[in-house]
């Protein structure tokens, strides 16, 4: 059985990039955990079907959130293309 193991170094960075920067907060991740947080507050406020719609809705912004901040999400179906 033959293995593949990459040997390659990677190359060295430019030298006036700093690693120690943080990224930039995108917007868009910003403003769903933003509108989770506030869905969520809301369903624990009220109870019943309300409550459970905005726990719902509040579930989908987080769910969106997290597939905006992971960058690969559909490499599975890439793969099988």
Excluded: K, N
């Amino acid at each position: 059985m033959l293995l593949l193991i990459d040997t390659r170094i990677p190359p060295e960075p430019p030298p006036g990039r700093d690693r120690r920067r943080f990224p930039r907060p995108d917007p868009r991740v910003a403003w769903r955990l933003v509108a989770a947080v506030a869905l969520l507050g809301a369903a624990a406020a009220t109870g019943g079907l309300v409550g459970a719609v905005l726990a719902l809705l509040g579930l989908i912004a987080i769910c969106s959130a997290a597939t905006t901040v992971l960058p690969y999400g559909y490499g599975i179906t890439q793969h099988r293309q």
